[in-house]
């Protein structure tokens, strides 16, 4: 019983925004979005998370719907680096929490 | 920062020998969770400790996988005997205590192959 759904698989164009959605329609009021990424053979990478309000790193925003059914997250200049599995997940905890991956969404960068 | 360790990067063996992976947490991180990814099941959580002891163990497959957590700076997971289907990468992860930041670091990875 998957709690997020992601399109399997999205391209962008190299220096353009990259948009990336996730539905988590039956989220919980305590649970949090994380999203990650994984590279080719690398270990998964944290990106960003929130509660109810949008968020804003070094590495992406995170724009989340106010009824915290949906949310995006946005690599704002894609770079060919960014060519990744980007996974959305809900959680209730911070750390000691078990982080379930689902499938993601596999994002090409195209130059 | 060296992040977290694992070792061996690749190991190649044979059905029924005994295989250990090794992992290192980031110091001061007390939460370290094992991760299993093949490209039928995607990244599965097989264990997680906090403090050294085991909370969730219900994502090991069966018995002849174990872990351990003998000190905050060391972790073992092993399978014995091991069989051509637990070809996968493992992956190992810290966090810190809950409440901080949320983030799983995660290690390069330990890829495995059963003969």
């Known amino acids: 019983d998957a709690k997020t759904t992601q399109p399997p698989s999205m391209d962008c164009a190299e220096g353009r925004a990259a948009n990336l959605p996730c539905n988590h329609s039956?989220?919980?009021?305590?649970?949090?979005v994380y999203w990650y990424r994984q590279i080719h053979s690398q270990g998964p990478q944290y990106i960003i998370h929130g509660l109810k309000n949008n968020e804003t790193n070094e590495m992406a925003s995170l724009i989340i719907t106010e009824d915290r059914k949906s949310s995006t997250l946005i690599l704002p200049h894609a770079t060919l680096r960014d060519t990744a599995v980007y996974y959305c997940?809900?959680?209730?905890?911070?750390?000691?929490?078990?982080?379930?991956f689902g499938t993601g969404t596999r994002l090409t960068i195209i130059p | 920062d060296a992040g977290v360790i694992q070792s061996p990067r690749h190991e190649v063996t044979e059905m029924g020998q005994e295989v250990t992976l090794r992992c290192k947490p980031i110091?001061?991180?007390?939460?370290l969770f094992w991760y299993r990814q093949t490209m039928m099941r995607g990244l599965e959580l097989l264990i997680y400790f906090n403090n050294n002891v085991p909370i969730d163990d219900s994502g090991m497959p069966e018995d002849r996988f174990s872990a351990k957590m003998p000190n905050a700076s060391f972790s073992t997971l092993k399978i014995q005997p091991s069989e051509p289907r637990d070809s996968a990468v493992y992956f190992c992860a810290s966090s810190l205590p809950s409440g901080v930041t949320g983030e799983l670091f995660f290690g390069e990875g330990s890829r495995l192959t059963v003969l």
């Open positions: 997940i809900v959680a209730t905890n911070f750390g000691n929490e078990k982080l379930t």
């Open positions: 110091s001061g991180h007390n939460s």
């Open positions: 039956t989220i919980s009021g305590n649970e949090y």
